[in-house]
């Protein structure tokens, strides 16, 4: 492993790993700590400006002899967390300080070639030869989704620095754009909209029977006490939405 500077391109540090092939690299976010992995299933942990060894551990080498060993690696946002793909369709969850196993990530068909943390460290996303996109809880190792993304290998992925997105690069020849939120948290979220429409729906109405006129229920509503945010915005926009002249229907077209 060589590392160089990045403005001159002058060499800095030179480390001998000493064993299989070298198969990925990753920088913490802090640059103090390199983590590198080989063909032969090792995972070592550097520190960058030493070049020392700090951890080594061992982990599934995979059959196929190709795509074998240790195949991507992603420290997470705050450098307590290292995510290892594996050959053998296993991603692996350290604890930096001293690569103990938090918790393995099982249910990949094939290798994982790709593995990006969101910017908050809440979501795993992984990616590979099963081309499926994966979303993980990294805290409670749950799986969050599953998609079949691609018709080709998955090589790359990465978030947007706010977090809202992934973008997924594969060996179809495309690069995709998703929603990372997990399609559990927007079926909630949805559920409860519906919900809290359903409960301030009668009150709406009740308050119309009173008055016609938009204008005096919405100060109603405005003055109701129990009323939270969202309850409030509910009930204006079934405010709105009754207050929207008809459209009258058009002319046929001939």
């Known amino acids: ?4 500077d990045a403005a001159t391109l002058a060499g800095r540090l030179e480390i001998e790993i000493g064993v299989g092939k070298l ?8 640059g103090r700590l390199l983590a590198s992995g080989t063909n032969g ?22 059959m196929d002899e190709r795509w074998r060993g240790l195949l991507s690696a992603a420290f997470s946002p705050d450098n307590t967390l290292l995510a290892a793909g594996w050959g053998g369709a296993q ?19 094939q290798q994982v070639f790709a ?16 081309n499926h996109l994966r979303l993980w809880n990294p805290d409670t ?11 080709d290998y998955i090589f790359s992925l990465a978030f947007t620095p706010d977090g809202r997105r992934l973008v997924t690069g594969s060996g179809d020849g495309t690069v995709r754009l998703w929603d990372s939120a997990p399609a559990s948290v927007r079926w909630k979220e949805r559920a409860v909209a519906r919900r809290t429409r359903e409960r301030i729906a009668p009150m709406v109405a009740a308050l119309f029977a009173e008055t016609s006129e938009p204008a ?24 709105l939405e009754r207050a929207r002249p008809v459209e009258p229907p058009g002319e046929p077209q001939r």
């Open 1 to 4: 492993i060589r590392i160089l």
């Open 23 to 30: 198969s990925t690299l990753a920088w913490s976010g802090d």
């Open 41 to 62: 299933a090792d995972l070592f942990l550097w520190d960058a400006e030493s070049g020392a060894q700090l951890a080594h551990v061992k982990g599934s080498t995979g």
């Open 91 to 109: 991603v692996s969850l350290y604890r930096v300080s001293d690569l103990t196993l938090v918790r393995s990530l099982t249910g990949h068909a």
């Open 115 to 130: 593995v990006a943390w969101s910017p908050d460290g809440r979501l795993l996303a992984l990616g590979g030869r099963d």
């Open 141 to 151: 190792g749950g799986l969050l989704l599953d998609v079949d993304a691609h018709e």
């Open 216 to 239: 005096r229920v919405a100060e109603r509503i405005e003055s109701l006490p129990g009323l939270g945010p969202e309850d409030r915005r509910t009930a204006w926009n079934l405010v």
